[in-house]
Structures are given as C-alpha cells and as structure tokens.
C-alpha cells in the first residue's frame, strides 16, 4: 500500500503491461481524514458519475454519510483506479448548501413550499398549456448524468403521454455528433470498440481528445502499455500541448475547425500508398469509390495549408496508421463542437472501414462520449430519438414502440426529426415553448451566448421548472425549483462508452426532501393521469428495478439489447456490455465483429443525412444506396468555419476542460481538493501571442468576441500561436457562497455562438474569432494547473499539489492483493 498526492500525481503510480496481457489491477482509496477503512460501516457498489468512462468503485458509508469511495478491483473498466473527480468529488453531495425543499416564485422571489405545492403547479400549467396550444408548448431538456431508469420514464411521459417531440438532453452538446457519426457510417447508434482494445492495440490516435484529463483512468491504462514492452504508438490530434500530445509519436495541431481537411490529408495518403483492405471493402462496405475521389486533391501539402500544419507531419501519421496492424481511434470534443462536426468524425469510421480494422482485438472506434450517462440518454429516448434505437422515419418501429407502450402509434410524434436543444430555445424565445423543464443540466453557463440563455429563461411568458440539488444560474431564474436526490442517493443503472452497463446503488438518504428524478417524473405522470388506450396507467412502474424490467422489454431485440441483464446480475458483478441476452449471457464485447451491421433498411436506427445540409435521407433513398445491410463510407469537402478571424477579432478562441473540474462545477467546486487546484478562471495563449501584446504570466486580460467579454488572468503556455483557450467551468457561483453578478463576466460562453454542426446538431464551442488585452499587472502568476495542458512554458514559481487531505491510497494487486473486492477483471 502506497499513499500519494493525487492532486499532484493524478495519474498515480505505473503498472506496466505488455500487448495482449491483462492490465494489472490498482485499487485507488480515498476515506475522509482519519477513517480507517476497517471502520466503514458499509460499502455500497456504484460507478464514477463524473465522466463516462464508468469506472466501478464503492462508497464508503458511515455514521450514514458518505465518507469515501474505493475502486473495484474487479472491474472489467478500472481494475480498481480512480481519476481525480471520483476520489474527491463526493463531498459535495453533503455540502450544507443542498436544495432540501422545493421553491416556487411568489412575487418575483423564489421562496420553500412544499411537493404538494410545487406539483400542482407545474400540474396546473401542462393543463392549461395542453388546452390552449397542444403538447406543443412543452419541452423538457434533460441531461446525461441522470439514470437510464430515469431517461426512459421521462421519454415515455413525453413521446407516449403528452405527444411532445420536443425532448433532448444536454448531451445535445455532448455526444450528439458520436451518435450522428455512428449512425451515419454503420446507420445505427453504438459503440463498436471496447476498452481492451488499449491493451492489444499497436496504434492509436486520439481526435480532439484529451484523455490524460478526461477519461484519466482510460489514460492510465495507455501509460501503462507505453511504459511496458512493444508499447503503442499514439497519434494525438490537438490544437494543446495536452498529456496526450507530450506521449505522442506525432502531434498534428491544425488551425481550429480544420478537421476534415486533417482527415482527408490523411485518407489520401493512406489511399495513395495501398493501406487499404479491399476484400474487406468488397464484402463489408459501399461508398469508397466516392471517398476516393474525393480525397484525391487533399494531398499532404494541400491538407496542410488549410490546417496550418507541416505536410510532413501528416506523411508521418498516415505512414504510422498505415502501418499498423491493431489500431484504436477514440474521437471526442475537439471534432465535435466544430461546424463540420459529423462529417470529421465519419473520416475517422472511413479510416478503419477501408483498412478493415473493426471487431478485432486492438481494431476498435471509440466515438466517445462524456457525460457518465450520456450511452442512456440515447438509448432511452432522453435525447429526442425513439427508445431502443428505433427508427422515427420508419412507420413499423413507432407501431412497435407503441406496442411496448400500449399507445395509439398517432400519439407518439414522428412527423419530423426530434427538436434539438438548440430548437427548443429558439421556439422558446419566440415564444411556442412555453413550459420548459430542465433536469439536471445547467444552462445558463453551459449553452453557447449566455447573454441570450438568460433573456430566454427570464421571459415571463415561459414557465421554467428547474430539478437539481443546488440553487444554480439555471434554478435561479426558474418558476418552480425541485430538490433532487443524487448518485449516492438514489439507485439505478448506467452504460459508459463502451457499452458496459453498471449498477448504482443507494448509500446514504437524500437531504431533507429532496427526491429522485424517477419519483419525480412518475408523481407528475400519476398527478396528470395519463393513461394507455386501454384506460390503464400509462406509466407502470414504481421504482427503478420495475423501471429497469421495462426498460429491458422495450430493448428487447433492438441493438442495445438489455434482456439478458437484471439488478441481481449486476450487483457484485464486474460490468457487462450490452448487447446482453439470452444468447449471450455474459454481454458482447465488440460489435460488427463479422463484418455484420445493424443497417437493414428494416432495423436500422437511421436512413443517415446530408453530410452538408444535414437533411436526413428519405427510405428509398437510403435503400439504393445500402441495399446489403453494408457499412457506409461517407465523404466530405472541407468547409471553412463559420465565424472567421477578423481585423477586430484577429485570434481563434476554443474552450474545454480541465482534469479538476466537471463542468459547471456544481460538484467539483464543492470538493476543497479539486476547488484549490483549480480556483479560478484563466485564458491560455502562447508566448509569441503574449509578448506582442505585452501579455505576462499572471496579468489580467480581457477577452473579448462579438458577443461578450470574460476577465481572466493569464496563463503562458505551448497552445498553437493564434489560439486562446478558456475554460468553461466557471460560472457566477463563488465557493464563499454567494453568486457574482450575472454579467460580470467570468463564463467562456459569454463568449461563443448560437450556431451549430447541420448533421448532428451539435453545438460549435471549439471556434470563434476573439481578441485579448491586458488590463493589469497580476498578483503571482494564473490560477491553472501545472500538471495539465495548462502546464507553463517557463518556470512560474509555483507547482500544483494537495495538502494532507489529498493523500490516497494506491494498492496494487502482488502488494497484498486488493482488499475486498469481488468480480474478475478481463
Ligand atoms: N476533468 C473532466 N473530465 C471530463 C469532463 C469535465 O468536465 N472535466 N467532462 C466529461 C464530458 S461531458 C465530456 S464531453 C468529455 C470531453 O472531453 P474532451 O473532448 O477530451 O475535452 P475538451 O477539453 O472539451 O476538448 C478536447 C480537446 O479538443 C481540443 N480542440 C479544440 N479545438 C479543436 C479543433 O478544432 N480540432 C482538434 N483536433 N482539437 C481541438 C482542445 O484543445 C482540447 O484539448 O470529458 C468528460 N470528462
Ligand atoms: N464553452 C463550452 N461550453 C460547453 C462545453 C465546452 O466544451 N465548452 N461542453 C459542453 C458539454 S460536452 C457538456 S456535457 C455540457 C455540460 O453542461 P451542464 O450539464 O450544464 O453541466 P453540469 O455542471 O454537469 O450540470 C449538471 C447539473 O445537474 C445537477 N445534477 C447532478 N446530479 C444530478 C441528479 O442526479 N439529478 C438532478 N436533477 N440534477 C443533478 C448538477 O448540480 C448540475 O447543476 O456543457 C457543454 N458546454
Ligand atoms: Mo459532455
């Protein structure tokens, strides 16, 4: 047993492994100060709710709190490690600032009534909305990090009850664009890839990822084969010196919203020199002739001067792509919140397509997702689209979903696609949303123009109901605000990128009367009455194992098949990945491992769209040009972004993450060790940018873009000249308790546009023209962490590291074997 600083280490200690061995198994603990784990009263199985990576772990339980968390060594995803957020982040489920009462607005202030109250009301509008307009007038904007549980029930009250089409989840900004490529290249939803293609692979490229801070235990598992024998060669795609470009055999940094033009510079050079598998085109595939061509002018040089990177160096990574034999991609922001978001990730699909690396050990796609839950989202109809994967377009799978609903099939709308996020608000500013529900997402720092985030949600004419545990910038401009049990309090299941499903128990009660999302949504479907044609409940379940039982119904012979799985499967066991069935009881590891795929006219998810103009494709014409149920190759030309630099705005502005902190950081801002790593607010540039505009470590800048400013202070780093980065995790919350008023200027998407990808609908965080001053000297250098891509490029005086409260244990298995786990690892 070890104890390490994890905030200063977050990747903890090496474990090295060899191609094709079993990665060893680490378990990471972290107990609050002076617990001795033998006095944990109980430890309650569950998996990391901050990222989607689904790394298992338990709670500790004492005294009824939380008071720690352990991973399970078991685990098929972790083998027992934890990232950052996971060993600290719990706190904050017992901060004293939890919402514990609903509140409703009483003349123009929120103030604490009871559920009675806050139901009726909410009860009350629907009504009234229903009769006046129809089920137009409402929407509901939910998340990825509820519980599949949770997702499905919402979908059924939605599409099956109130015959709404105006459904998604914050995963809109997401993962929209995984799930858009996906279905475009093999016409269904679905990750192909498992996580133990890291341990065969000899190549892998990483997309506009940043692994090393946000799936860190997946990283941990790349560092440990580069650290073993015949290690991988890694391709990193990035704009940031991240971890994973400082690991990487070549970092290509193109010109923000570049992507596809990188990808068909790469395409043509793997074409050009043969490495491509055409027994495996013939017989698995359709489109590669039109790839080809298309590919044909990209050459390296071309590729190269629209994304402003050495031709060179894309010689380089096709010849290492070309050359493997076992090659992983994973995909994530830095493709999706771009203009041509879809149509970049297709290219990474084409590329394992015409090399025929799917299915095989070490041959997988990760088109990653981020959020916890964002696999349920999707597969349960929180995000728009039908459950199970079932088509919208086609008229036999709404009958059949109205089957398993025993609705009219004319109830549930299919008139058109699902309304994305994007739409929902714009119907809400003009004013035919008029009730919008949010579930745990928080809006007014996560959508692009917050400045018109907030004159929609502040509109009298739209009645906002906002669930969540703490009073946010969202909840504070809400009519009705409902306090939400959370992970940890609330029981129920969840699926990570690579399809593995878990179990999330409850450990400790809920503070004061704060509820679960699921008995939320199902007392507003008993208050309403909904009924099925029958005259029976619509909704007929009760808790999330009977949730569950029905869910599996519903995905009963669709891809996401969950009929083989139960509660009492998953408790104690070490994940299992769906498709999971009679026939396969132990789940599937990797999909279209025979070159088979989901893309029957008759079964497919979807007839793919418009790689251009996002105009979904009509039947027959995806029938013509599918006819053998193949995988797709889709083609795209490069199309510069939307909103160019400028006189005024000469620079590119991109934001996302850092290791420390989740998002809005409603959680991570609550957990002392995670808050004092990152505390504030920094813009990063580099240092050419910096000494012409007299920009110095530390010093307070402004930047600014048509739409906004943000003060930061600011951090020198080895970011691509011409680019600035802000994270986007800082809201009007201050940790001292209070908020800062709501123009003052802190969150990145003052800055960013209300625009969006056509296919996927995703929005564009990843570009928009902006420019920077100083304004004044600062006091030491910026708030950003040192161990990230926010490292310095010269010496700042200053390193980022914990204090005793950051000590964790590292027990790795050989050193005492790990302490009470169950399950196997794979
Ligand atoms: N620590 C932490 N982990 C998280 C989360 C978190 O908030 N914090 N959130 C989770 C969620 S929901 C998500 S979606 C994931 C997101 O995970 P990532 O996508 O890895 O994170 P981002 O920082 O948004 O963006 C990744 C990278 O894209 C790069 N990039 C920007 N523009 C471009 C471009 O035009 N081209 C290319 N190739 N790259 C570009 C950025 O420099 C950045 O390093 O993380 C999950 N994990
Ligand atoms: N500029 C910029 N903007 C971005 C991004 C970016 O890279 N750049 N990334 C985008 C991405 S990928 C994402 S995923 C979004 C994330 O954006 P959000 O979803 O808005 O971010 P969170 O802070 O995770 O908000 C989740 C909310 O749910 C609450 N919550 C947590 N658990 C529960 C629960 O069990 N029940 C309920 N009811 N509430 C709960 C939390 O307190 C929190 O307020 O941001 C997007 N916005
Ligand atoms: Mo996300």
Redo the contacts with the bound molecule.
Sequence with gaps: MTTTDRIAEPWGTRTPYAAGESWPVRVDTHLEEGLDPQNVDRWVQTAS?LHSNGDALDVAVKDGRIAGVRGRGGDRVNHGRLGVKDLYGWQANASPDRLTRPLVREDGELMETDWDTAMDRIVARTQELLEEQGASALGFYT????FAEEYYTLGLIAHGGLGTNHVDG??R???ATAAAALKESFACDGQPGSYTDIDHADVIALYGHNMAETQSVLWMRILDRLAGPNPPQLICVDPRPTQVARHAAVHLAPKPGTNVALMNGLLHELIAHGHTDQDYLDAHTVGFAELKQRVQEYTPEHAGRICDVPPEQIREAARIIGGSQRLLSTVL?GFY?SHQATAAAVQVNNVHLIRGMLGRPGCGILQMN??PTAENTRECGGDGDLPGFRNWSNDEHVADLARVWNVEPSRIPHYGPPTHAMQMLRYAEDGSIRLMWV?????A????ELGRIRSIFEQDRLFLVV????L?E?AQLADVVLP????GE?TGTFTNVDRTVHLSEKAVDPPGEARA?LDIFLDYARRLDLRDQDGGPLVTWHDPESAFEAWKECSRGRPCDYSGLSYAKLRGASGIQWPCTEEHPEGTERLYADGAFFSDAAYCESFGKDLVTGAPLEPGEYQALNPDAKAVIKAAAYLPPHEQPSEDFPLQLI???TLYH??????TARAPQLQRAAPEVWVELCAADADALGIGEGDLTEVATPRGTVRAQARITGIRPGVLFLP?HYGYWDTGGGYAPLDDGRA??EL?LTDWDAVSKQPI??TAAARIRRLAAGQGPAPAPTTTASAPVRDVGFRTAGDHAAQSAEQLAGAGGPAGTEGRAS
């Design positions: 709710i998340s990825g990090q509820l914050n995963t900004l997401c993962t922001q919140q981020g959020q579930s745990g997402t928080n809006p720092v996560s959508l692009p669930q969540d545990l703490y946010t969202t939400a049990a959370t992970w609330k999302d934001t996302g993450r989740f998002h809005t950081r409603t959680k986007f990145a998407n960013t965080f990843k």
